[in-house]
């Protein structure tokens, strides 16, 4: 036996699909190319200008409020269905094409909010190696360890710095003492909250 066959999409649903499409990489990848007039243009030719910044901002407001609310399905589905039922809300034809886009879009949406809101470079990445010194200007430095460590500083999708510190022994010995002391205050907080 077939499985039955999905009824072919309503015939609004590709240009919907493409504007949510559109305000995502406005407002979330930083795509500066794709303007309004462009949308307009390509997605709703026959639309008047003001019809269509209607439709744009309610699109871009009923997506921002899924994405800063890192909705599940569960929780989209509550939130659409209020939408619909709402007096200026969306259809449900609408709500689908939106749950559709949500869901194919969400982990990226989710991924691209918590990279613009970073201040800083985070750690990207650290390698490190233990060298002996072969040359120095006391001789009793000579072949004693010294720690090499290289970290990689940066945001995504920007240029990373890189960082290399050189510790002696007692430097190494302080740095995991402080670092000893960071995790406890982290597992500390963790626990009372």
Excluded at 16 to 41: F, K, P, W
Excluded at 44 to 73: N, V, W
Excluded at 168 to 177: F, I, N, P, Y
Aim: charged share 25%; with cysteine; aromatic share 6%.
């Amino acid at each position: 036996m077939a499985a039955p066959e999905q009824p072919p999409p309503p015939e609004g649903s590709k240009p919907l699909s493409a504007l949510l499409s559109g305000i995502a990489q406005v407002a979330y990848y930083g795509n500066a190319d794709i303007t309004e007039e462009l949308l307009r243009g390509q997605l709703y030719p026959e639309a008047a200008p003001e019809e269509f910044r209607a439709l744009r901002a309610k699109m871009g407001g009923l997506l921002q409020s899924i994405a800063s609310a890192d909705m599940d399905l569960n929780q989209l589905d509550a939130f659409l269905t209020a939408q619909t039922k709402k007096q200026g809300g969306i259809t449900s034809d609408q709500a689908a094409v939106i749950a559709k886009f949500w869901k194919n879009h969400r982990i990226k949406i989710h991924e691209s909010l918590i990279n613009q809101s970073r201040w800083d470079n985070v750690l990207k990445n650290m390698n490190w190696r233990v060298d002996l010194k072969s040359q120095s200007r006391h001789i009793d430095q000579i072949n004693t360890p010294v720690a090499i460590v290289e970290m990689e500083l940066g945001k995504n999708g920007q240029e990373s710095e890189f960082l290399c510190l050189e510790f002696d022994e007692a430097k190494v010995s302080q740095m995991l003492k402080k670092l000893s002391e960071i995790e406890e205050s982290m597992t500390l907080l963790t626990q009372t909250a």
